[in-house]
């Protein structure tokens, strides 16, 4: 049972123009959500160490 979306076979495409059409389709959307996904990883990551750094070390204080 394969979804007409995406052939299971490079034949399965009507032209190859259907088929570049489709492969330019998904590189135009990966490429945003890798960003997205990196972008919300690096916010979190920076959050933390924010976090980190305002409840642990301002709180302790200068070393010496």
Do not use: C, K, N, Q
Request: hydrophobic content about 50%; proline content about 5%; charged content about 25%.
């Amino acid at each position: 049972m394969a979804d007409e979306a995406y052939p299971a076979d490079a034949h399965d495409y009507e032209s190859e123009a259907e088929e570049l059409e489709r492969v330019d389709s998904a590189m135009r959307d990966t490429p945003r959500g890798a960003l997205v996904v990196s972008g919300i990883a690096v916010a979190l990551l920076m959050l933390g160490w924010l976090i980190l750094y305002f409840f642990v070390f301002i709180p302790r204080g200068t070393v010496g």
